[in-house]
């Protein structure tokens, strides 16, 4: 996966679900409200994973897509 709208679109996407999980956490029975925790800490692994290879994406892409980048000037 090198495109990074891959990568935007899975954090916006697991975004929404970890704040939708969050409700989990208000539910009555205790198992439940135990599995809400943990999902919604899935989701927020998830989402920061999915933001953090967009930004090595992005960064990536900016540094080959110059060919007179700053690193041969003096």
Do not use: C, Q
């Not at 704040?19 to 692994?45: C, I, K, M, N, W």
């Not at 080959?64 to 700053?70: I, N, Q």
Request: hydrophobic share 55%.
């Amino acid at each position: 996966m090198k495109n990074i709208y891959t990568y935007i679109s899975v954090a916006a996407v697991t975004l929404i679900m970890m704040v939708a999980s969050a409700f989990l956490l208000t539910a009555a029975d205790a198992p439940v409200r135990e599995a809400g925790g943990y999902v919604t800490l899935f989701f927020g692994a998830l989402t920061a994973w999915a933001v953090a290879k967009a930004l090595l994406a992005e960064r990536e892409r900016e540094m080959h897509s110059d060919p007179d980048h700053a690193r041969g000037h003096a």
